[in-house]
């Protein structure tokens, strides 16, 4: 998941600030996740809610704005100049993702990959292993303050193109180094269920915010590997609706996205939590 989304100012995002009551009473400093009813509801039955255009603050109709196009480039070449990596060549410039889908809502970035080559000294597996700091670099800097017309911008730099970027059909995938499409999207279809949508996520939240009880109860004793271990997970769990075939429209997948847009976005916090929980325990007084 996106470094620039853990990044985001989640001031906005939280219902708990300072210290709150945790659902078995206890003080937290930290966000908890609203495991209401309704805002499980309401988060499922907007996530499983659909578009049947591509978003107009980017696209006319299926075109790519013309301007939307010169920008992203214009990002990727500055980005490159500010980096000052030596013989990295830009094979392509691509849009995947809910915003080269009907798959977009409200909360949806628009998050395009470059796809590079070493032209220097440096070897594949040399660039393979530097890209990530590039990225970390990228997304940490950029903390959301990029967007279109209100569309978040994210940009990722690939060493290797692997299969999860290689075009399906149905599944949109846009050149916008070349302004076209390589994979047209269709309207994908639903293979989902509501009910499992609902306690599924149910569980996510609940595990969510027992570490986040734990983690506030005993910070420096705490084991901050537990964050990551639900990440990975949450994470596993959404792979498991592609996987299997089904595709962005299944439960699994619906549902992690469900999860990003409670009170609390789960999959970004974790991450965060994470981060912070080893943070303070380095720190000293």
Not at 158 to 177: A, D, F, K, W
């Amino acid at each position: 998941m996106s470094a620039l989304a853990l990044m985001r100012p989640v001031v906005a995002a939280l219902v708990l600030v300072g210290c709150a009551a945790s659902p078995r009473g206890e003080a937290v400093a930290e966000p908890l996740a609203d495991g209401s009813a309704e805002s499980v509801a309401a988060a499922v039955e907007k996530i499983t809610t659909f578009p049947t255009e591509l978003d107009p603050r980017l696209w006319n109709g299926t075109d790519l704005k013309p301007e939307v196009r010169e920008r992203s480039l214009a990002i990727v070449d500055r980005i490159l100049a500010d980096s000052g990596y030596a013989g990295l060549r830009v094979d392509a410039v691509e849009l995947f993702g809910s915003n080269a889908s009907y798959e977009y809502d409200d909360s949806s970035d628009y998050g395009i990959h470059v796809f590079t080559e070493s032209t220097g000294p440096a070897s594949p597996e040399e660039l393979k292993r530097t890209l990530p700091l590039l990225n970390d670099y990228v997304e940490r800097r950029q903390e959301g303050r990029i967007t279109f017309n209100g569309v978040v911008v994210e940009v990722t730099f690939h060493s290797e193109r692997t299969e999860n970027y290689r075009p399906s059909p149905g599944i949109g995938q846009y050149s916008v180094s070349a302004g076209r499409w390589i994979e047209p999207p269709v309207q994908q279809p639903d293979a989902f269920d509501r009910a499992t949508m609902t306690t599924d996520m149910t569980a996510f939240i609940d595990a969510y915010n027992d570490l986040v009880v734990g983690y506030a109860a005993d910070i420096q004793g705490f084991d901050c590997s537990r964050f990551g271990d639900l990440d990975a997970k949450i994470s596993a769990y959404r792979n498991s609706g592609f996987s299997s075939g089904l595709g962005s429209r299944s439960t699994q997948n619906l549902t992690y996205r469900a999860l990003r847009r409670i009170n609390v976005s789960i999959p970004d916090m974790v991450d965060t939590l994470e981060d912070e929980c080893i943070f303070k325990q380095e720190s000293i007084g």
